[in-house]
């Protein structure tokens, strides 16, 4: 429940950012393409945080949230991805 919770964050996370590239005075497919740029190293460090936590505090292993970090950040940055792609100019 908890990676959901985390995967649904980081999609509405996306949905802030690919309008808020507008407030940096981008309009139109600019303001989508900044903001998934800026999303993608952003939530791949908000994975990498999450998976320290569940190594250094919760007492797992390396291997064992190795496979959900990957979906943690894969889902959502494969939506900016996507998003990237579609608005690209």
Do not use: C, D
């Amino acid at each position: 429940m908890r990676t959901a919770i985390i995967i649904v964050g980081g999609l509405v996370l996306l949905a802030i950012l690919l309008f808020a590239g507008r407030l940096l005075g981008k309009t139109g497919a600019e303001a989508a393409v900044l903001g998934a740029k800026v999303f993608i190293p952003l939530w791949l460090a908000i994975a990498g945080a999450n998976m320290w936590i569940g190594v250094s505090q919760a007492g797992y292993s390396v291997m064992e949230e190795l496979p959900i970090f990957l979906l943690i950040f894969a889902l959502p940055a494969a939506a900016a991805g996507f998003a990237w792609w579609k608005f690209a100019p």
